[in-house]
């Protein structure tokens, strides 16, 4: 009887051990399960260019979202409009025909509830930084009225010009005219040079104020292309006045 006790108890104590190492083991046959679940995506902001454009010019951008919450409700804000919006399952959003600025988005964080901010990186170069691609090579007016033309002193007459400016490569340049000897801009516009456009043409009519009692009256304008530091002046149109 004594034996078949003692036998007893030691096969308890040999189990023991086994049982605790299970016990022990438990947790890491777990972990891969844990591992297995993917730890959840940073959210993040991206400004990114639409196409190609034309190097200095305007071009428009396309604001990427990622790794936000599923269906979360953001609220982006730039300089110069904001918007709300909710991104889709995955956690992103895509926001086409941007203007180029600083964006950061606005976010209510499940975990924490409390809002958080992301601010929006953004790739490719700011237009308009004067890292263009275009060189202006020659700007010039010429005068379309014919000089001596006989009008109406006593109303107000027109006089044409034809500005022009050439350049190489490709990108916006913008100008300004000025209208006698005024150095305040009169009008003022830009120009694209696209791939195979060396020259563009810049058709201006300026109103002439008529005198009573002159015998003449004369104008001339000046194109300038400030980016450039470059400008032409037309010569002096005089216009004679019909006898009353």
Excluded at 2 to 18: D, G, M, T, V
Excluded at 49 to 76: C, K, M, W
Excluded at 200 to 226: E, M, Y
């Amino acid at each position: 009887m004594n034996r078949k006790l003692n036998a007893h108890r030691l096969l308890i104590a040999l189990a023991a051990p086994l049982l605790v190492s299970s016990v022990a083991l438990a947790p890491a046959s777990a972990a891969p399960g844990n591992a297995a679940g993917a730890a959840p995506a940073r959210p993040s902001c991206e400004l990114v260019p639409a196409g190609t454009g034309e190097p200095g010019g305007d071009r428009s951008y396309n604001l990427h979202l990622s790794g936000f919450p599923a269906n979360q409700s953001v609220r982006v804000e730039g300089q110069r409009f904001s918007f709300r919006a909710t991104v889709d399952d995955q956690g992103s959003l895509n926001r086409q025909d941007v203007r180029h600025g600083k964006y950061s988005v606005n976010y209510r964080d499940g975990a924490s509830n409390r809002t958080k901010r992301v601010g929006c990186a953004t790739t490719g170069e700011r237009p308009g930084s004067g890292k263009q691609n275009v060189k202006v090579t020659a700007v010039a007016v010429k005068t379309l009225t014919k000089p001596g033309t006989v009008v109406d002193c006593t109303k107000t007459n027109k006089a044409e010009f034809d500005g022009s400016i050439t350049a190489t490569g490709q990108g916006k340049v913008d100008y300004y005219w000025t209208y006698a000897s005024s150095a305040e801009p009169h009008s003022s516009g830009s120009v694209d040079f696209t791939p195979g456009t060396t020259s563009h043409a810049l058709l201006k009519v300026v109103d002439v104020s008529g005198t009573a009692n002159a015998s003449s009256v004369s104008v001339f304008v000046t194109l300038h292309v400030p980016g450039h530091n470059m400008s032409a002046r037309s010569e002096q149109v005089v216009l004679t006045c019909a006898k009353p």
